[in-house]
């Protein structure tokens, strides 16, 4: 049994909550640049891997197995799926962005590709198995945190197979971020290049002055509503699952592997949440932002069940990730030339991949502000299609290399 200072279900939660606000509110108060650089998540998951592996007295501050990191799996990471989903506005995005949207799929397409590509030239230095850790960051790059982290259960991720996607994650976004932040400057050049109409960028200014989000603050019956919601879809999740899961196992053997009972609740529950997603539940204020906080939650989880001796593969693994970002960068131009679309609106559906809902308003707000709003419905477009495609990636991965 570990000697842990804080052995409690309710004292670990109440550590990992504590992390992740912490880091939040560090970066809010003090407005540091490094938090520009190097995310509050990257902090987040790093902390409790060494609350749970370093030693104090004898003694580390908190376990390496707990309850509470099995019961975030199984419930806490079906509720945020659905929180956040619900807020996907297709029908919005794609009249703000118009064939922005088209440029965003291309490059989802090129991580895809990209993911694939970099893992059979750098999976010969990584342990075998390592492709999940790659799905992992595909979760990441297609959707956000939140995919990263439904991506690694259904792929079965080890835990310091998620924390190598989380290191290669930040080392990418502090070089990514500056290039899209900064390919503003070349916005003539890039758009007489990419033969962008005259007219593209008025209409599409003129599309985003409709759309304001009315994100106002939930009364007491909203929350209560949407707290039936949010684990009305969960239970039913939880029910389905295992009986899905055992008829595909029985009928369907060779896709039992790909399949798992948590991969078929994921799925399941990512549905039913997008199918919402186009009723008036989707008119609930602040699910996002309750999504977002258990996202992170979950994160500190995850790193509370990691190896410090499982991040000794991280060179290689990050150069597994510059291949794959450069694959992908080469996915967006063409995707820019092909269907004609201004240097903005690429910046904005590469942020919304790589760096999901936290990086396309920062990219939106340097080249064009009216689209910032459009820019967040980007992002939730990628976590809607995270889920779905991420783990696919992982599995053409591993079976490009014959694992």
């Known amino acids: 049994m570990e000697n842990v200072l804080i052995a409690s279900p309710i004292g670990v939660l109440a550590v990992l909550c504590l992390v992740a606000a912490f880091f939040f509110f560090l970066a809010q108060v003090t407005e540091s640049k490094l938090f520009h650089y190097l995310p509050p998540l990257l902090f987040i998951y790093a902390t409790p891997v060494f609350l749970s592996n370093l030693e104090i007295g004898g003694h580390t501050v908190i376990p390496s197995s707990s309850i509470i990191y099995s ?34 799929l291309m490059g989802t397409a090129g991580v895809m590709v990209g993911g694939v ?14 492709w999940r850790g790659f799905g992992a960051l595909a979760g990441s790059w297609i959707g956000g945190t939140a995919n990263m982290a439904a991506t690694a259960e259904m792929l079965d991720a080890p835990k310091a197979q998620l924390g190598l996607a989380i290191v290669a994650d930040n080392v990418i976004y502090i070089v990514w971020l500056p290039l899209l932040l900064m390919s503003r400057d070349f916005a003539d050049k890039f758009n007489a290049w990419a033969r ?5 960028l008025a209409a599409m200014d003129a599309a985003a002055e409709l759309h304001v989000e009315d994100d106002h603050a939930p009364t007491m019956p909203q929350y209560l509503f949407l707290a039936a919601v949010v684990l009305g879809v969960t239970a039913i999740g939880h029910a389905f699952a295992p009986g899905i899961a055992g008829w595909i196992a029985n009928d369907l ?3 039992a592997n790909v399949f798992s009972e948590t991969t078929v609740r994921i799925l399941l529950v990512t549905t039913i949440a997008l199918g919402l997603s186009a009723t008036r539940i989707s008119e609930l204020p602040n699910s996002t932002a309750l999504g977002t906080a258990l996202v992170y939650v979950f ?8 190896e410090l001796a499982g991040l000794g593969d991280a060179p290689v693994f990050v150069l597994g990730a510059f291949i794959w970002i450069f694959i992908h960068g080469l996915f967006m131009l063409a995707g820019a030339w092909l269907f004609r679309v201004d240097v903005h609106s690429v910046a904005i559906a590469s942020a919304a991949n790589i760096g999901a809902a936290a990086s396309a308003p920062i990219v939106a707000a340097h080249h064009r502000p009216n689209l910032v709003p459009a820019s967040i419905l980007l992002a939730l477009l990628g976590y809607a ?6 783990p696919l990636t992982g599995h053409l991965a591993r079976i490009a290399t014959g694992q």
């Open 117 to 130: 590509v970099a893992y059979v030239i750098v999976h010969g230095w990584l342990p075998e198995g390592s």
């Open 196 to 200: 962008v109409p005259a007219e593209r």
């Open 71 to 104: 019961g975030l799996s199984k419930y806490a990471l079906p509720v945020f799926i659905v929180l956040m989903l619900i807020k996907v506005n297709v029908p919005a995005v794609v009249k703000v962005m118009g064939k922005g949207v088209l440029v965003m």
């Open 385 to 390: 299609m995270g889920n779905y495609l991420a």
């Open 299 to 306: 994160v500190a989880g995850m790193g509370a069940r990691a």
């Open 253 to 255: 053997p060779g896709l």
